[in-house]
């Protein structure tokens, strides 16, 4: 039998840890990145779910099992459970194929909470929030979302291409409208919000987050080393709005670097992805398939490593909702070249940390990459002010601490009550 989740009885103005239920149906914190559906929501709820344990909190993180060998629950860390709930067949399923299965994902969460309901809950995507209003609503526990993406600007940027479900945008302003509150993680969004209707005041800003002690500036890295071509590096899900294709056209106009794309399948299955084929096409027409090096799937822990074994990193998205990845090559230090997009427009301060260039514009990307490699000096002072930068602001001690608030917010109003005398 489930373990219930243990409420812990809150009063205002007497802090005390909480209960806290994480939703992430297809992202779980377990799992490998670089996948098509495996990325940035992941390592936010892991690190997310760490950082509020840090705090004495204790956090249950519920995700859909895809895969029958999976454990009902598995201890990720102390006061971080991970539980892997039964929606749908126990193998891996596009995301976009999901919402039919989270009526059974909602009824789970009903019938563990009826042993002790959480004290919050806080969706991650949209369809954890279908989910999460569901069994919220049925054990009155306040309910917080975070979008990672919207499907408004999905559509509006792939228009035909989105293959998320019909129902998507109309159901994401019905959470944003329902939920206690919306944690936004970027101006950009909180714009796309109001939009919908969803009004500033009921959506504050949180940022994503990094750890700088595991992402941190190696030696090795902080100069270019002679005798090895420039090296760039292209890092994240090998879906085309990342744009990778854009990095390997900047790459015909570099020469003297190399290209390092990090993601998608693993290394020995990289040959059959249809992404793979696509993009070494694309260099073998510009030229430039000795120079782009296809890493495949990358390990977590060698991320860093690989961050700061390189000399610009680059993040030329369509769209970005936020962007882990810059904040990463900043806390190692790294130069970062992006799109002026979503969240990449708060984190890289152009002209500081790295440059801002416009989206789906090769040569621009071309320009910015050019100026940082003609200018060691420049790519230094850039990694460090990054570094700077990501202390000051994004750590994910800050992060929960930001995050904590607007939960005791929301549990200040809808349960406060006159203290004895």
């Not at 969803?198 to 595991?214: A, F, L, N």
């Amino acid at each position: 039998m489930t373990s219930p989740i243990r409420p812990v009885r809150y009063r205002p103005g007497r802090p005390r840890p909480l209960s806290i239920a994480l939703v992430s149906e297809h992202a779980s914190p377990l799992a490998t990145l670089g996948g098509v559906d495996a990325g940035g929501q992941n390592v936010h709820v892991a690190a997310l779910a760490g950082a509020l344990a840090d705090r004495g909190h204790r956090v249950v993180v519920y995700t859909r099992r895809d895969d029958p060998g999976l454990p009902e629950r598995t201890r990720m860390r102390a006061r971080v459970e991970v539980r892997h709930v039964p929606a749908g067949p126990a193998e891996p399923i596009p995301k976009d194929e999901l919402l039919p299965h989270m009526r059974d994902f909602a009824y789970h969460l009903i019938n563990e909470w009826q042993a002790g309901a959480p004290d919050l809950v806080h969706a991650h995507y949209w369809m954890s929030g279908v989910a999460s209003l569901i069994a919220a609503r049925e054990h009155h526990v306040p309910l917080l979302h975070t979008y990672h993406a919207l499907g408004s600007v999905k559509k509006r940027h792939q228009g035909s291409s989105d293959t998320s479900p019909a129902a998507r945008i109309t159901l994401e302003k019905d959470i944003g409208l329902r939920c206690d509150r919306v944690i936004a993680t970027c101006r950009d969004e909180v714009r796309e919000l109001g939009l919908m209707g969803i009004y500033p005041e009921k959506s504050p800003i949180v940022p994503c987050g990094v750890d700088p002690k595991r992402f941190r500036p190696v030696d090795s890295a902080a100069e270019h080393r002679p005798g090895r071509p420039y090296r760039l590096l292209h890092l994240g899900r090998l879906v085309p709005r990342k744009g990778a294709a854009l990095s390997i056209a900047a790459l015909a106009r570099l020469p003297g670097a190399e290209l390092l794309i990090a993601g998608g399948p693993p290394a020995d299955r990289l040959d059959g992805d249809p992404e793979v084929r696509r993009l070494r096409a694309l260099a073998l027409g510009a030229g430039v398939l000795d120079r782009v090096r296809f890493l495949g799937a990358v390990p977590g822990e060698r991320v860093p490593a690989l961050l700061g074994d390189c000399d610009v990193v680059l993040c030329p998205a369509d769209y970005e909702p936020f962007g882990i990845v810059p904040l990463e090559a900043m806390a190692c230090g790294r130069p970062v070249v992006a799109s002026a997009v979503g969240g990449q427009l708060d984190t890289v301060a152009h002209g500081e940390t790295g440059l801002l260039v416009p989206p789906g514009d090769a040569a621009a990307l071309t320009r910015a990459v050019a100026l940082l490699l003609d200018d060691p000096a420049r790519r230094l002072a850039y990694g460090e002010a990054g570094r700077r930068r990501v202390l000051g602001h994004y750590g994910w001690d800050r992060v929960a601490a930001a995050t904590e608030a607007v939960y005791r917010s929301v549990l200040t109003s809808r349960f406060s009550v006159a203290e004895p005398v």
